[in-house]
C-alpha cells in the first residue's frame, strides 16, 4: 500500500506552471526544492462527502496510485512520491516532456509505416508489461500517449493517465463503462466482463487513425459512434488506405474483433510480421509504405481543436454555474450541487462522461 505524506507539498516541491488539465484537477510542471529537479504534480481533487459527484473518491486514487508502483517499465510514466491534504492528492510524476505522440507525428512532412511501427512497438511494451501483470489501462487514446523529451531525436513512448485502470484479481469478473467514445471496445459499451482484451481494441482503433487519419467508427454524435462499434461498422476506405500494406491492414483486422478473446493480445502483437517482419518481402513492404500524412495532419488539427473547445464549454459551464452559486445561505452543499451538473449534464451514460472533457469524439 502507497504512502500518501501527510506534508505540505509545497513544503518539497515548487509549484509551477500548468502542463494540462483533467476532470479532477491540474498537472503542473513541479522543482524538487532539495534537488532542482523538475517533475510533474497531478493534483486530483477529493470528495469531501460520499455522496457526492464532485472530486474522486479517495479509493479510486489509491488504485490508480497502485497500479503505477506496479507498472515500473520505460514505456510508462513512473511515480515518485505521493502528497495528501484534506481537499487533495497530488502525484509527483516523472516529468514526460516531449508532447503527444499524435502532435510529433503530426509535425512532420511525411512517415513511413517502419517509423511508424517503432512508436507502436514502444507502445505495445509498455502494454504488455502492464497485461502481465492483470493490469488494464482502459483509456488509452492519442491524449494518453506522450514522448519522453523533445529534444531526442527518437524519443520513448510513455503511457499516462491510470485513472481508469484496473488491476484483475483471479476469478474477478469487472464490469465499467468508462473510457472514450471513440476507442472504447464493444464490451464496455455492452457492459460485459472486461479483460486487458479491451486495451487491444483501442489499439486497432489508434493504428487506425495513424495509417489513415481517419477514425474507424466516428459518428456525427457519440451515440451514432457507440453503434457503429456494436454494429462493427467500419472498412478500409481506399481513398484513405491507398499507401498502407497488407500487413497494417491484417494487424488492425485482427485487434477489431468482437469477441475479446479472438483479439491479438500486445505479446501476439510483437510477433506480428507487420511489427517484427520476418522475410526481406515483408521488410520492403513496410518501408514502401506510409502513412496518409495529409489526412493524419486533418485528423488531429480537428482533434486539437475539438479539445480546446471542449475546455473553454467547461469553463464556461463552471463560471455560469458558479454565478448561479452566488447568494446561497448553503454555499456548500450548492456549490456541490453546480459541480456535479457540470459532470453529467448530457444525457450518456455516466461514467462515459468521465472522460468527456479530453473526449475527441
Ligand atoms: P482525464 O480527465 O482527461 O482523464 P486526468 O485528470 O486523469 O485527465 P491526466 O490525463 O493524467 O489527468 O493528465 C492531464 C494532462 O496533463 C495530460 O493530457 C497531459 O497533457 C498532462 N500530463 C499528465 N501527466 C503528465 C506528465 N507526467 N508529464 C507531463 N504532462 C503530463
Request: overall charge neutral.
Amino acid at each position: 500500500m502507497a504512502v500518501f505524506k501527510p506534508e505540505n507539498v509545497e513544503d518539497f516541491y515548487e509549484i509551477g506552471e500548468v502542463l494540462g488539465s483533467g476532470h479532477f484537477g491540474q498537472v503542473r510542471q513541479v522543482r524538487e526544492r532539495t534537488s532542482g529537479t523538475c517533475w510533474a504534480g497531478k493534483f486530483l481533487k477529493i470528495r469531501k462527502i460520499a455522496c457526492s459527484r464532485l472530486g474522486l473518491d479517495r479509493g479510486s486514487v489509491e488504485r490508480e496510485v497502485e497500479v503505477l508502483q506496479t507498472v515500473q517499465h520505460p514505456n510508462i510514466v513512473a511515480l515518485k512520491d505521493v502528497f495528501e491534504s484534506r481537499a487533495e492528492v497530488v502525484l509527483i510524476l516523472e516529468l514526460v516532456s516531449g508532447g503527444e505522440l499524435f502532435d510529433f507525428i503530426a509535425a512532420k512532412e511525411d512517415l513511413l509505416e517502419s517509423e511508424a511501427i517503432e512508436f507502436m512497438t514502444q507502445i505495445l511494451e509498455g502494454l504488455g508489461f502492464m497485461h502481465s501483470r492483470n493490469i488494464a489501462h482502459f483509456d488509452l487514446k492519442p491524449e494518453n500517449i506522450m514522448l519522453s523529451d523533445k529534444v531526442s531525436p527518437h524519443p520513448n513512448i510513455k503511457l499516462i493517465d491510470f485513472g481508469l485502470a484496473h488491476r484483475f484479481h483471479q476469478g474477478e469478473e469487472y464490469r465499467s463503462t468508462s473510457g472514450t467514445p471513440q476507442y472504447i471496445a464493444p464490451e464496455v459499451i455492452n457492459s460485459e466482463p472486461l479483460s486487458t482484451a479491451a486495451d487491444m481494441w483501442s489499439i486497432g482503433v489508434i493504428t487506425y487513425i495513424l495509417l489513415s487519419g481517419l477514425s474507424p467508427f466516428q459518428g456525427e454524435t457519440d451515440e451514432e459512434t457507440l453503434r457503429n462499434i456494436i454494429a462493427m461498422n467500419y472498412e478500409f476506405h481506399a481513398r484513405y488506405f491507398s499507401m498502407t500494406s497488407s500487413m497494417a491492414k491484417d494487424f488492425i483486422q485482427k485487434l477489431l474483433v468482437k469477441n475479446p478473446i479472438d483479439r491479438m493480445t500486445a505479446e501476439e502483437c510483437l510477433l506480428h510480421p507487420w511489427i517484427k517482419p520476418i522475410t526481406r518481402k515483408q521488410v520492403a513492404k513496410r518501408n514502401r509504405s506510409s502513412i496518409n500524412m495529409k489526412n493524419f495532419k486533418k485528423f488531429n488539427a480537428r482533434r486539437k481543436w475539438k479539445m480546446s473547445f471542449n475546455m473553454v464549454l467547461m469553463c464556461n459551464r463552471l463560471v455560469q454555474l458558479k454565478v448561479l452559486c452566488k447568494g446561497s445561505s448553503d454555499p456548500d452543499p450548492l456549490q456541490r450541487q453546480c459541480e456535479s451538473d457540470v459532470e453529467d449534464t448530457e444525457s450518456k451514460p455516466a461514467s462515459l462522461l468521465r472522460r468527456r472533457l479530453s473526449s475527441s469524439s
